[in-house]
């Protein structure tokens, strides 16, 4: 057994997942009943969903403490790719539901040494107010989450074109602009904890082994979210764009000259009291320099001591009977992860596919088998060894098996399914539930035929789409598109088993695919 279900094995002993022993299937499978769980799960006695106040499910009983430091951040983010993955409504509500409710209900006040930032936990659980840090009480913020959450108030922005979330976006970024400082290996740009109110950083002094103080709170390199947003900002054309850029500088110089070298990537969880180098920081700067490498030369080498360095640090050869070695989750707690495995195992798939070092490959899909494990019949999802947190298990669970299969679509079920985008998908339907708005937004389409429709953010950018056969047409704002490997169009790639559209935009946001 492992968590709640029996392992299964290809002929070769190598762990397979639970559900199918096609990848494909199972991790479609997995991905929605996760989801559903999230999404049905009981209300608080004050009306909330229960996700909204606490970091961990139980059945019996409310858990007594509230919600994980990025719990919203994570969701929103797996959301925004579920959305597009099966135009779901009711997903992309959720997005609506938690930025909107999390921005009424949780910023720092605009006074404040360190105004409209989001605090990253509810002191009192059902009071529907997030106020303070998990360890160390109100009025404690963590910098690196609300870098985090400023991005994906630009990503809600594209979705529905609200300017409410752009404003709060460029609200977050001044702040933490104004506050970025050069960084040096003691202290990070921007700091782990601070006080909103005196401005000065929070300080762990707890060592119990050495006896010695370290101040903890001075330092995490989860710094590439608030980059990203400053850059996101930039490119938008809106709010202190000089400050942004100059922010941007010091981030990306520190990233560079400090933690890419030495690998002193650490803290990112609220709950730890001491240092704890992670894999979750470690990774996340790694895809990070993977989707930009623009700003990084030596990507292609730097990446891969990152990887080799989390397989030094984290490695967990306890399933290695099955073909498997999965990921431990950080220093002081080295346990084996779910979402840190699926972690590891969708940034692996990602090097191999930019490199063409496909060393990583075959343990990378195992990985992803080990952790549909820890997911139960009713998509209640179970940290190993742990608790069923609604961080791990939710938001940091759902993009890892999305991301993986933009990276190799034969790990996408033999249906039709927008695997990723460059741009924003604002609008996904699919053949069996399109919108009355189609007859509006085009002349008298023959919807009886439309198998795909979806809109960007941007009138330019590429989707990879996976369908279960080749498209007749593909219209791009009303106008047909050539079939070409150059340029503005379409390309189309045969799998064993259906194949992925490519579309290239440069002239427009609207797609319909024909059947």
Same mark, same amino acid.
């Not at 006896?211 to 710094?223: E, I, Q, V, W």
């Not at 100059?246 to 969880?269: E, M, R, S, V």
């Given at each position: ?14 762990? #397979? ?26 209300? &608080? ?27 919203? /951040? ?16 009711? @997903?992309?509500?959720? #997005? ?15 006074? *404040? ?11 009192? #659980? ?32 594209? #979705? ?9 976006? @460029? ?46 709170? *001075? ?34 110089? %520190? ?9 002193? %990537? ?16 470690? /990774?996340? *700067? ?95 999802? *179970? ?14 669970? @759902? ?43 085009? &002349? ?14 941007? &009138? ?56």
């Amino acid at each position: 057994m492992l968590q709640y279900h029996p392992i299964q094995t290809d002929k070769a002993g190598n762990i #397979i997942p639970w559900y199918s022993a096609d990848p494909a299937i199972a991790y479609d499978h997995g991905i929605h009943i996760v989801w559903d769980f999230w999404y049905n799960l009981r209300r &608080d006695p004050d009306g909330l969903p229960y996700y909204m106040e606490h970091q961990v499910f139980n059945k019996n009983i409310d858990d007594p403490r509230g919600i994980g430091g990025d719990q919203f /951040m994570m969701a929103i983010s797996s959301w925004r790719l579920l959305y597009a993955y099966t135009g779901d409504e009711h @997903v992309k509500a959720n #997005i609506y539901f938690l930025a909107g409710y999390y921005l009424t209900h949780g910023l720092s006040p605009a006074n *404040c040494k360190w105004p409209n930032i989001p605090f990253p936990y509810n002191t009192l #659980i059902y009071s529907g107010i997030y106020d303070g840090d998990m360890r160390n009480g109100k009025d404690v913020a963590q910098p690196d989450k609300a870098g985090s959450f400023g991005l994906e108030l630009v990503h809600v922005y594209k #979705i529905k074109n609200d300017p409410v979330f752009l404003d709060a976006a @460029v609200k977050i970024a001044n702040t933490l602009a104004t506050n970025v400082k050069t960084g040096n290996n003691e202290h990070s740009p921007l700091p782990f904890k601070v006080n909103v109110f005196t401005g000065k950083t929070v300080m762990l002094k707890l060592d119990g082994k050495s006896g010695k103080s370290t101040d903890t709170a *001075c330092y995490t390199s989860n710094l590439t979210p608030t980059l990203e947003l400053f850059y996101e900002l930039i490119e938008l054309k809106t709010g202190n764009i000089i400050a942004y850029k100059t922010a941007a500088d010091k981030i990306l110089t %520190w990233l560079k000259k400090f933690p890419i070298q030495t690998n002193k %990537w650490g803290p990112f969880f609220e709950d730890v009291g001491e240092w704890s180098q992670t894999q979750i920081n470690a /990774m996340t *700067c790694a895809r990070y320099m993977m989707e930009h490498p623009q700003y990084f030369p030596e990507w292609k080498t730097q990446v891969k001591n990152i990887i080799n360095w989390v397989h030094t640090n984290f490695a967990n050869d306890k399933w290695k009977k099955y073909g498997v070695i999965v990921t431990n989750e950080q220093s002081v707690y080295p346990v084996p992860g779910n979402s840190h495995s699926a972690r590891q195992a969708a940034d692996e798939l990602l090097y191999g596919s930019l490199t063409g070092d496909t060393s990583y490959y075959t343990n990378a899909i195992r990985e992803l088998n080990w952790a549909t494990y820890f997911v139960d019949l009713d998509g209640m999802n *179970c940290f190993p060894t742990d608790e069923p947190w609604l961080t791990d298990g939710y938001g940091d669970y @759902v993009r890892h098996y999305l991301r993986a299969m933009a990276t190799y679509p034969v790990l996408a079920p033999d249906e039709d399914h927008i695997l990723s985008s460059t741009s924003v998908i604002q609008q996904a339907d699919y053949k069996d539930h399109f919108k009355k708005y189609l007859s509006v937004e085009f &002349d008298k389409p023959d919807t009886g035929k439309v198998r795909v429709y979806y809109r960007a953010f941007d &009138d330019h950018g590429t989707e990879f789409i996976k369908l279960k056969n080749k498209p007749s047409a593909v219209l791009l704002n009303g106008n047909p598109l050539k079939e070409t490997t150059d340029g503005e169009g379409y390309s189309w790639n045969v799998l064993e088993k259906g194949g992925v559209l490519s579309v290239r935009r440069k002239n427009g946001d609207r797609v319909i695919i024909v059947q």
